[in-house]
């Protein structure tokens, strides 16, 4: 009972210094404040960017496999044809669909506006396989891919930027190479990918899609096919699907046994994504958290001026009787309080400016409570740590020597 009721003490002593001092003891707290704050806010934005962007590669669908050739040894025969897709899908029973993407940078030129553009060329099967979510229009089809036609999709942000409002369709724009671009319609808009980050929209390039039988006829010099991706009838077919897909090729070019192919699962591509945003992440917080380290020597800063400033009332407190460790345990409370408030407070910061910042960035913050919990913890070990010195110098003074100080 003892324990407790001197616990309650040291508790309300420590508050009515750190009352009796507002303005020093937040300025001690700000170090705190700002280390816990910048970190919750790093951190679930850093997550909540993966997620969304994880979430992007998703939907090209975890069934996909993509293969490419490998351009170090690649000869002009290994090169893939329109004839080597169709057989793929024929004569492969785990296949469902496949398509070449062949990507080029160009400009998309409108009456008022240009653009850069990222154009793709690529089949029916191939906006099958992207999961575009088409706002206005329609995709293009077989007909116009066979023949070639001059029609092209675009994105939301694209058109936006190009004729100042969204749907554009039926609406005619250049497209291709800045040096020879040419007329196409516009018969599809789709959803602007990673769409999420709204502050990177005005830098990134115009997304066009086109007939890759068009892209051929644009950029015929420097055209090739040199991946394609294939979707399997389930995920659990995905390897049988790649490895199909290789066979046929490989068997198409005589060039069985050369390696001449790489498979990659869309699924490998997505966990490399996630570990490499998962330390970036780890680090940029990590780098944040070099503030608490800043804020904890505040603390003990304050702490040394505090015993400082009471070493008579320190001189008191022993000599009618209080204990060493009644004296340690009365300012190491303080910091510990000191610090978990500026915890609690850098936690609310965070959490405010995750949203905020998100908002802004159109990205919706991941809030992790192991995250919140240890930044809390590790703000109490701060206070601790950094309050065990001032407090092992109070403990320590000579009762008589701090009754004569002045």
């Excluded at 994880?54 to 993509?66: I, L, Q, R």
């Excluded at 690649?74 to 004839?83: F, K, L, M, V």
């Excluded at 991706?229 to 659990?236: E, F, I, Q, W, Y």
């Excluded at 966990?271 to 490499?276: E, L, M, P």
């Amino acid at each position: 009972m003892n324990i407790l009721a001197n616990l309650v003490e040291n508790f309300k002593m420590a508050l009515d210094s750190i009352i009796s001092n507002k303005m020093r003891s937040f300025l001690t707290m700000l170090g705190i404040i700002i280390g816990i704050s910048s970190v919750i806010t790093i951190v679930s934005l850093g997550q909540g960017g993966q997620n969304s962007i994880t979430g992007e590669f998703e939907k090209f669908g975890s069934s996909t496999v993509n293969i490419s050739i490998d351009s170090s040894k690649a000869e002009q025969s290994d090169r893939i044809t329109y004839e080597d897709i169709k057989q793929v899908k024929n004569k492969v029973d785990t296949v469902k669909y496949v398509a070449p993407f062949v990507s080029k940078s160009g400009v998309a030129i409108s009456d008022t506006e240009n653009k850069k553009a990222n154009i793709t060329g690529t089949n029916t099967d191939g906006l099958t396989i992207q999961n575009l979510e088409f706002l206005y229009g329609r995709a293009f089809n077989e007909r116009e891919y066979s023949e070639g036609k001059n029609v092209v999709i675009i994105d939301e942000i694209a058109a936006k930027t190009l004729f100042g409002y969204s749907d554009a369709t039926g609406k005619t724009i250049k497209i291709g190479s800045s040096q020879s671009p040419i007329k196409a319609t516009i018969i599809g808009i789709t959803s602007s990918p990673m769409a999420s980050f709204g502050g990177m929209n005005n830098q990134r390039p115009a997304m066009l899609y086109v007939p890759a039988t068009l892209l051929q006829n644009m950029y015929s010099n420097e055209f090739s096919i040199d991946r394609i991706s294939v979707m399997a009838t389930d995920k659990n077919s995905t390897e049988d699907a790649g490895i199909g897909a290789k066979n046929i090729l490989e068997s198409r070019h005589n060039n069985r046994g050369k390696d001449m192919y790489i498979a990659e699962n869309a699924i490998s591509q997505i966990d490399q994504i996630n570990n490499v945003l998962g330390i970036f992440t780890a680090f940029i917080g990590a780098v944040a958290a070099i503030s608490l380290i800043v804020g904890g020597i505040g603390v003990m800063n304050i702490m040394l001026v505090s015993v400082t400033e009471r070493t008579r009332e320190i001189g008191i407190r022993k000599a009618i009787g209080a204990t060493t460790g009644a004296i340690l345990l009365q300012f190491l409370t303080e910091s510990v309080i000191i610090s978990m408030l500026g915890g609690i407070i850098g936690m609310l910061v965070g959490i405010l400016g995750a949203f905020g910042i998100g908002k802004f960035a159109n990205i919706t913050p991941s809030l992790s409570p192991i995250v919140i919990i240890s930044a809390i913890l590790f703000s109490s070990a701060v206070g601790i740590f950094f309050g065990i010195y001032p407090a092992r110098k109070a403990a320590n003074l000579d009762p008589i020597d701090a009754l004569r100080y002045e």
